[in-house]
């Protein structure tokens, strides 16, 4: 079945460090990717998407890469700040392409 | 402010008493869609929408209704609440009618069925 799993539930880095969260997903056939933060008590909020047809993509400090071959997606927080502490959630379009699957989620903790 | 609403953001209610969630969004958004949020298993969907008056089952849809009359709102129906309801609940929209598009989430409704 479809699955969107993260390598590691949580993360802790110093202020300042990039950050990286990886995400590992089942569906070979899935054009599409996306990264949401969600802070305590707040809706999922979106980050960063990219499509199959690219390998990276950069936003403002953070940037998606996209590893077809092994099924792998990671995000890079640059100079990572207290305010960057938050749940992190990969999600890729599912199969018959109506929806997002959602991985389970890393939880960044920035301490200055 | 372009932005999904969802109403109430707290209800605590009793196992069996009929309650509905409001979700409405002002982004003129083809697809919505509802979820749920429970510890360890992450965000789950109900149920979504392509268009008005076009609904389907997303991977956990036992015990939800949904309706979606107006392109606006897309309310979340519970007919006969249980205990293990209970959960964090958000709407979500997208432009496009196919859901594997950015996705804008609500605020979130905390539900607790006692």
């Known amino acids: 079945g479809e699955s969107v799993g993260l390598h590691l539930p949580t993360l802790s880095v110093q202020e300042g460090d990039n950050s990286i969260i990886n995400c590992a997903y089942s569906?070979?056939?899935?054009?599409?990717f996306i990264w949401y933060k969600q802070e305590s008590g707040k809706g999922p909020q979106f980050i960063i998407d990219i499509r199959s047809n690219m390998d990276k993509r950069q936003g403002q400090r953070v940037t998606v890469l996209l590893n077809k071959t092994v099924k792998h997606l990671s995000l890079q927080i640059a100079a990572t700040q207290p305010g960057d502490s938050a749940v992190y959630f990969c999600?890729?379009?599912?199969?018959?392409?109506?929806?997002?699957?959602f991985g389970k989620g890393t939880t960044l903790s920035v301490s200055s | 402010e372009a932005q999904v609403t969802q109403n109430p953001r707290y209800l605590i209610t009793v196992t069996g008493k009929k309650l509905t969630v409001t979700c409405s969004q002002n982004?003129?958004?083809?697809?919505m869609s509802w979820y749920r949020q429970d510890p360890g298993l992450g965000l789950r969907q109900i149920y979504y929408?392509?268009?008005?008056?076009?609904?389907d089952k997303g991977d956990v849809p036992e015990g939800y209704k949904v309706s979606r009359k107006e392109k606006r709102n897309f309310p979340l129906i519970l007919e006969s609440p249980s205990p293990n309801q209970t959960s964090l609940y958000f709407c979500?929209?997208?432009?496009?009618?196919?859901?594997?598009?950015?996705?804008?989430f609500g605020p979130g409704t905390r539900l607790t069925v006692l």
């Open positions: 569906n070979s056939a899935s054009d599409y």
């Open positions: 999600a890729e379009a599912n199969q018959a392409g109506t929806a997002l699957i």
């Open positions: 982004m003129n958004h083809e697809y």
């Open positions: 979500a929209s997208s432009l496009g009618d196919t859901g594997t598009d950015t996705q804008y």
């Open positions: 929408s392509m268009n008005v008056e076009v609904t």
